[in-house]
């Protein structure tokens, strides 16, 4: 059996590592609605995602009551070689659009 190696990692000899098996993460910081902080929370990314307002498709997705989201710009420790985000990005999805997205309402 061989083994692809990855050219963005440090040593030639690393194993490739596919996304499905080691699933890529971000960090995001949650907000009640009051625009307090409330907790940090690590997140699997999206498959493909390449922005970071993409993560409001994440599996792990939610919010406290409503409060936004704040992407942080750190590569997951998982994959320490990958680029970050370049940018942080707060995310606020209303209690609409989380019906529509859960099936509960038609739009």
Known sequence: MTTATSPATASANAPLRLEKDF???ATVTL???SGRYYK???WRRPFGA???SEMN???DFHQIN???ILV???AGTEFPEDENWGFPHIIM???LALAVRAGRVQR
Request: glycine share 8%; hydrophobic share 30%; aromatic share 4%.
């Open 72 to 74: 942080e710009t750190d």
């Open 40 to 42: 940090t929370e690590s």
């Open 50 to 52: 390449v922005h970071p």
């Open 93 to 95: 999805v209303s209690a």
């Open 57 to 59: 498709a994440s599996p």
């Open 31 to 33: 907000f009640a609605p």
């Open 23 to 25: 699933p890529r993460t």
């Open 66 to 68: 409503g409060g936004a």
